[in-house]
């Protein structure tokens, strides 16, 4: 059975990557800086929830 396929609108995690890393060397582009509580707080328990829902037990 075939993986199911994003829609074309919703970029891939390569696309993201690449796009991420030539936003970094575009010299007026705002940089952007997160408190580690932003971090520890808003960002870190969705992907590790995630990972964990999609991790196999056995």
Do not use: C, H, N, Q
Request: hydrophobic share 55%; proline share 12%; net charge negative.
């Amino acid at each position: 059975m075939a993986p199911a396929r994003l829609p074309a609108a919703v970029p891939s995690d390569r696309e993201t990557l690449v796009a991420g890393a030539g936003a970094s060397f575009v010299p007026w582009f705002p940089e952007i800086t997160l408190s580690s509580e932003v971090v520890l707080i808003g960002l870190l328990p969705p992907l590790l929830y995630a990972t964990a829902i999609s991790t196999s037990l056995v």
